[in-house]
């Protein structure tokens, strides 16, 4: 699935052109507060009538339990999932959907009277009539309970008449649904998806599982252009729960005769999801939904079959904030408060745009905390405890709290202007103000959940035509429009603004905001100061769990082990080290991995204390607390074969023959370092031959790949930097300090990028060792970062822009784009006697062995659930190649 990255010049106008301007953009300045005050720059989207119940305008369920083909394997529950889901959805007592807006299609519609067949040209239809008629504002809900496989390089989901041999004829393929997504006028899509892609007898017939690894992309609803260059997306991505990640069963509940996630869902959408901002309101929202899922799922999936199974979930909380149903226990109750209100608002005489904003507001609680108040004060009317002055004065001091002063507008406009100012002069290609100005402008919107007024969608296709003077009074109006929100405060409005904008030229250019900056460098600096814990959200729990603790640091020393829980945090100092009144603890439950971290991260020196709690092996728990003192991390990126009993590593996979594996996680600021240390430490003891593991390596420093590229080639090119300007750039090795002396193999997969490539394309071209694995993932451009100080208030900021590409000692580009195929010359290719791919499950499980061999073994006996056996196929690969090749120089030696 798409992720969510980091994120000029025209000709002069003349004054009528500029009057023009000015008059257009008052319009709209007025129009933006007006949609501030009544709720549409809020997140509540179009306006919702009173005697109206919200709801999905179309919706589509599927489920089937057997299919035609016996190849296709049968499921128990589909088919009651979907009737389960669709009576919910119509009852008087559930979602009051009227019937005639629901499609249901089953493997067996006989036994319900409005069912249809499951058939593939019913199904198509239904799609069909959902996706082609809604509107742009209307929910669109697709349910599908069943089977599916791949098909070519994408996936395929399963019709009841669907054969496994024919799935490319006679199912529906992602690319079909693909582009009935795409062309779609709705930017409300919901699927909710309990789908195996492995669904079929693969001893009947094996098939190609290529496409797996594209599986629910069809939801990202970018057209071909937009996939090349992730700019001004025209479509909302659809909003996805899936029960699992596709690839194999998800958890049921035989005694309740249905999958967990209608079982979990149902229970949200019955009121249980209803909770924004701790307040039951009558309206389930798609973002309340899949997060009372993703926290609800775990735990009972745990119960259901002893492991804490996680839900996918693809979504944008900034723009989740539509209703999906209401909650039926409330609903009634919200729809008497509005009749009130519209009965105290007649006979007092309110203005229309005033009655209209109090429905809003009484209809659905607010995103933000402004408009949150001011709801406070229209239920307070409805209840007779304010009277009609009493409101309208309270109205006018938050509508002059929604305004943004024009010096704050400026202060936007010229950072806008400052970085793209930055982008202009360093992107590798030459850019104007028109690639820059409309996607910082419509990424803004984007990010607010809202569409681009015409006025000034219009506008921003004449971008070209704007000298610098009027491009900033352009986004000068823009700010003053959107108007002020919780979540542009401060310097947050330039920070998405800027973000979308460079994030428009690239995958990988991106402004940095502070917050991010300091976080990245955490990841890349190989240093922070901290305690030295790796920790990761706890589903079961909702705490966050202790991954391993890193060796030497504070909390090692301490004893945090694996598996602890973290449950709470005590501070004694604040973040710039000075003492607090009192400590201040805090329960991690709830709480997202960066604010825990963010609790536990402090100046060095200070203490903190963690709260953990243990789970022994037989079962009791402990509750312990920690005082640590923060101090500077130094963060592993080389790693060996296997903990020694001090937890230093032990670098050979095969000690009889002194065969050595190294691997590296990432090229940071020491690697090039701790790798020569442990080079030093195998030629000490004997190195006949050397395994380079950097399999899911994303990169990092290209001095660091071309640090490490030396310790393997002699004399000789090693990489080529071609800037937009000036010469090009050429980094060699030197003979000194190379090593030369064994045979060497290079283990490369698809997320091997970017430094991996430099490294193993290096060694390729130079002859100095055999790739083995799979093809690289094709980054053939370099990123640098200037570092952007706002105000010294705010801390640095970055603009991280790709400003030259890299070659290979072959004169051979490694970039791949959207128009690659696979047979282009893209990546690196590994030997094609050594090409071992494998299936997106076992690289799935690769990626957990590798992480897990990663971890600190418990001092402490704890509970611990047992890790299924996995055989490294690749890498025995190459200990099977290198054993050959130690054997045949022994016996040349031997001979000669």
């Not at 009528?16 to 507060?33: D, E, N, T, V």
């Not at 039926?328 to 109750?333: Q, R």
């Not at 002699?714 to 000036?726: K, N, S, Y």
Request: charged share 30%.
């Amino acid at each position: 699935m798409r992720l969510a990255s980091w994120l000029a010049e025209g000709a002069s106008g003349s004054s009528s052109r500029r009057s023009k301007l000015g008059r257009c953009w008052a319009g709209i300045l007025a129009l933006g507060l007006w949609q501030a005050a009544c709720g549409g720059l809020l997140g509540l989207g179009q306006p919702l009538q009173a005697a109206e119940t919200p709801g999905p305008a179309y919706t589509v369920i599927v489920g089937v339990n057997q299919y035609a083909d016996a190849a296709i394997l049968p499921r128990s529950f589909a088919e009651a999932d979907a009737v389960a889901l669709y009576q919910w959805l119509t009852s008087e007592h559930g979602g009051q959907v009227p019937a005639e807006r629901v499609r249901l299609l089953l493997g067996r519609p006989q036994g319900h009277p409005r069912a249809l067949p499951a058939r593939r040209e019913e199904i198509l239809k239904a799609l069909h009539w959902a996706l082609d008629n809604a509107k742009e504002e209307e929910v669109v809900l697709v349910a599908w309970f069943g089977q599916g496989a791949p098909v070519g390089d994408r996936t395929c989901y399963f019709a009841a008449d669907s054969t496994l041999k024919d799935r490319g004829k006679n199912a529906i393929s992602a690319t079909q649904l693909e582009q009935l997504l795409e062309q779609s006028k709705s930017n409300r899509i919901v699927a909710i998806l309990d789908v195996n892609f492995r669904g079929y007898d693969d001893k009947k017939e094996k098939i190609s599982t290529l496409g797996l690894e594209k599986r629910f992309q069809e939801f990202d609803r970018l057209s071909d252009e937009e996939q090349e260059r992730h700019a001004d997306q025209r479509q909302t991505p659809a909003w996805v729960l899936s029960a699992n990640d596709g690839l194999g069963p998800s958890p049921e509940d035989k005694q309740a005769g249905h999958g967990l996630l209608l079982q979990v869902v149902l229970d949200g959408l019955t009121g249980q999801a209803d909770n924004e901002a701790g307040e039951a309101d009558g309206i389930i929202t798609v973002g309340e939904l899949f997060q009372y899922v993703r926290k609800e799922f775990p735990p009972r999936a745990k119960r259901q079959t002893g492991k804490a199974v996680a839900p996918l979930a693809f979504y944008s909380e900034t723009r989740s904030h539509f209703a999906l149903t209401i909650n039926p226990k409330a609903f009634d109750a919200v729809r008497a408060r509005i009749a009130e209100f519209e009965k105290r608002a007649k006979a007092a005489g309110l203005p229309n745009e005033v009655v209209e904003e109090g429905r809003r507001l009484l209809l659905q609680v607010p995103r933000f905390e402004q408009p949150r108040q001011m709801r406070k004060h229209y239920l307070a009317f409805a209840a007779g405890q304010l009277d009609a002055q009493g409101l309208l004065q309270q109205r006018q001091r938050y509508l002059q709290a929604l305004q943004v002063s024009r010096k704050e507008a400026e202060l936007f406009a010229d950072r806008v202007l400052r970085v793209a100012d930055i982008a202009r002069q360093n992107y590798v290609k030459p850019l104007t103000y028109a690639d820059l100005i409309p996607a910082a402008v419509r990424g803004l919107y984007r990010y607010l959940d809202e569409k681009v007024p015409p006025t000034l969608e219009k506008r921003l296709e004449e971008v070209g035509e704007l000298n610098r003077e009027q491009l900033r009074q352009l986004l000068v109006e823009v700010r003053m429009a959107v108007g002020q929100r919780d979540d542009l405060q401060g310097a947050k409005a330039s920070y998405r603004a800027c973000e979308a904008m460079l994030h428009s030229l690239d995958n990988y250019s991106a402004f940095i905001d502070p917050d991010t900056v300091a976080e990245i460098e955490r990841q890349t600096q190989q240093v922070f100061i901290g305690v030295g814990v790796q920790i990761q959200k706890d589903l079961a729990t909702d705490t966050v769990r202790v991954v391993t603790p890193l060796r030497g640091s504070p909390a090692y020393r301490a004893g945090i082990q694996k598996d602890d829980l973290i449950v709470g945090v005590t501070n004694f100092v604040d973040k710039e080290g000075n003492r607090l009144p009192k400590p201040e603890y805090t329960d991690t439950r709830g709480m997202s991995i960066r604010d825990v971290v963010n609790k536990i991260l402090g100046k060095e020196g200070t203490e903190v204390q963690l709260h953990v709690e243990r789970e022994l092996a037989d079962g009791t728990k402990k509750q312990l607390q920690f005082r640590l003192t923060r101090s500077r991390i130094e963060v592993e990126t080389v790693f060996g074969v296997r903990r020694k009993p001090d937890d230093s590593w032990d670098f050979y996979i095969d000690p009889q023959n002194k065969i050595g594996y190294i691997r590296l996680s990432q090229f940071a600021r020491f690697t090039a370092r701790d790798l020569q240390r442990a080079l030093e430490e195998l030629r000490q003891n004997g190195l006949n031959g050397l395994i380079l593991d950097l399999r899911f390596n994303p990169g990092g420093y290209l001095d660091a790949a071309v640090k490490i590229a030396d310790l393997f080639v002699d004399d000789g090119l090693i990489v080529t930097v071609r800037p937009r300007r000036g010469q090009p750039v050429e980094f060699t090795g030197r003979h000194e300090g190379s090593y030369l002396d064994f045979p060497l193999v290079v283990l490369i997969n698809g997320g091997s990028a970017s430094a991996s490539e430099i490294v193993s394309a290096c060694i390729q071209d130079h002859d100095r060792g055999i790739i083995m694995g799979e093809r690289s993932f094709g980054k053939g451009s370099v990123q640098n970062i200037i570092e952007l100080q706002f105000d010294r208030s705010e801390g640095p900021s970055e603009v991280k822009l790709t400003t030259a590409t890299f070659w290979r000692p072959s004169g051979k580009n490694l970039a791949r784009d959207r128009k690659s195929k696979e047979e282009d010359d893209w990546g690196v290719r590994p030997h094609p006697d050594y090409t071992l791919k494998l299936e997106p499950g076992e690289r799935a499980q690769l990626f957990e062995h590798l992480r897990q061999g990663e971890v600190i073994p418990p001092r402490e006996p704890v509970k611990t659930e047992p890790q299924e056996p996995f055989t490294d196929r690749q890498l025995q690969m190459a200990v099977d190649f290198l054993k050959r090749q130690i054997a045949g120089q022994q016996k040349n030696g031997k001979s000669g």
